[in-house]
């Protein structure tokens, strides 16, 4: 059983790597946990079990929000994490294929990745547009083409208003 927990734990590492969302690295934590129970008690199956459940349960619980709230506040240049929570939105990305509505979803290209997508306007967005990111549904883009978005005054980003609807809320 030892082996079986190691091998979890880092496939759950390996994959937490990948995404960045911050469960399945509590979870490698809680695998790689119950094989050092593993090797004291292997014929406590169950105990294991509980071992690997309940410190992916407190990890994702306790550590995961606060871990979160670092990242998305950034670091000494204020910039977020990209893929994690808020680091997505104003990041710009290609559409791979039409996106429209949440009923014609498409696809585009998202830091080196292939995402759902939806456009945050009535109008369909053709394949090949350069968009930015204007709000995360889930594991669904929000999106907006780049020529839709307005240019910024000389008064800075704070000045300027999203396109109606930006922010994936329907009007």
């Known amino acids: 059983?030892?082996?079986?927990?190691?091998?979890?734990?880092?496939?759950?590492?390996?994959?937490?790597?990948?995404?960045?969302?911050?469960?399945?690295?509590?979870?490698?934590?809680?695998a790689l946990v119950a094989g050092g129970v593993a090797?004291?008690?292997p014929g406590a199956v169950f105990v294991q079990v509980l071992v690997a459940v309940v410190v992916s349960v407190v990890g994702v619980a306790t550590v995961r929000p606060m871990v979160s709230r670092a990242l998305h506040r950034g670091g000494e240049d204020g910039a977020v994490a990209r893929g994690v929570h808020g680091g997505i939105v104003g990041q710009e990305a290609m559409t791979?294929?039409?996106?429209?509505?949440?009923?014609a979803t498409g696809h585009v290209r998202f830091s080196g990745e292939r995402w759902l997508a939806v456009s945050g306007s009535d109008?369909?967005?053709?394949?090949?547009?350069?968009?930015?990111?204007?709000?995360?549904?889930?594991?669904?883009?929000?999106?907006?083409?780049?020529s839709a978005i307005p240019d910024v005054p000389d008064g800075g980003p704070?000045?300027?208003?999203?396109?109606?609807?930006?922010?994936g809320s329907s009007t």
């Open 1 to 30: 059983m030892v082996i079986f927990w190691v091998v979890l734990g880092v496939l759950l590492l390996l994959f937490e790597l990948r995404h960045l969302a911050l469960y399945a690295l509590f979870g490698g934590v809680g």
């Open 39 to 41: 090797a004291v008690a």
């Open 123 to 146: 109008a369909t967005i053709p394949a090949n547009t350069r968009v930015v990111v204007t709000a995360v549904a889930g594991t669904t883009l929000v999106v907006w083409p780049v």
């Open 96 to 103: 791979l294929d039409v996106v429209g509505d949440s009923h």
């Open 158 to 167: 704070d000045e300027v208003d999203a396109p109606e609807g930006a922010d």
